[in-house]
């Protein structure tokens, strides 16, 4: 079993639509939890990051961490062509400092 | 102020040929980490570096690859005899000091090509 696992994708939503982008981890200890977006040859850039259970809203980014069901999702509100990217979830799991990431998924925005 | 900086950019080289790749972290950040990115595999850590501890070396996937930071900034990732299964993006990342809800900052990556 995968430490982070995504939705597989991609995922074709039209503009102005929410995006959902789940994520499962295996460690029930895990302590924080990152989004990054990555553009097609770009790096990593962070999105949010969720420590605590519940939605934390940032703009048009809502990150919802469910720690009993080890889930963690992100939701992407008024979906704009510029949201075009691919999506990864990283964890650091309990007592640890290294991310593990998932695979990633691929969202694209049509205009 | 200055984020992640890595060079090369861009590196192409022989197979059996060593590579070094430079890191420079974002200024202020103690934590340094080496993770890699190669198709049909995402992001795989290989190194961290925190202050003047020893580095955690377990992600390094064999004993052709070493890392090294100097000063506790600059850090260099030296892959030995290079084979085609080398061939990644290498991502180096900084933070602030290393702990678990410390955010990761992630440089613009090497890519390096073995033929």
């Known amino acids: 079993q995968k430490e982070v696992e995504q939705n597989s994708g991609p995922l074709s939503v039209p503009e102005g639509a929410i995006a959902s982008l789940n994520c499962t981890y295996s460690d029930r200890g895990s302590q924080s939890f990152f989004w990054y977006r990555q553009y097609s040859g770009k790096s990593p850039e962070l999105i949010m990051f969720i420590y605590s259970n519940g939605d934390k809203e940032d703009g048009r980014f809502t990150a919802q961490l469910n720690k009993a069901s080890q889930y963690v999702s992100l939701l992407i509100r008024d979906s704009q062509p510029s949201d075009s990217a691919t999506y990864l979830c990283a964890v650091t799991p309990s007592n640890d400092y290294k991310l593990s990431f998932g695979a990633g998924t691929t969202v694209t925005v049509r205009a | 102020g200055a984020g992640v900086s890595q060079s090369p950019s861009n590196k192409v080289t022989e197979k059996g040929k060593d590579v070094e790749l430079r890191c420079d972290p974002i200024?202020?950040?103690?934590?340094l980490y080496w993770y890699r990115q190669s198709l049909g595999q995402g992001l795989e850590f290989l190194i961290y570096f925190q202050g003047n501890s020893a580095p955690d070396k377990s992600g390094l996937p064999s004993d052709r690859f070493s890392a090294e930071r100097t000063g506790g900034s600059v850090s260099t990732l030296t892959i030995q005899r290079t084979q085609q299964e080398d061939s990644a993006v290498y991502l180096c990342?900084?933070?602030?000091?290393?702990?678990?809800?410390?955010?990761?900052?992630f440089g613009p990556g090497t890519r390096l090509t073995v033929l």
């Open positions: 200024s202020g950040h103690t934590a």
């Open positions: 990342a900084s933070s602030f000091d290393g702990a678990s809800t410390d955010t990761q900052y």
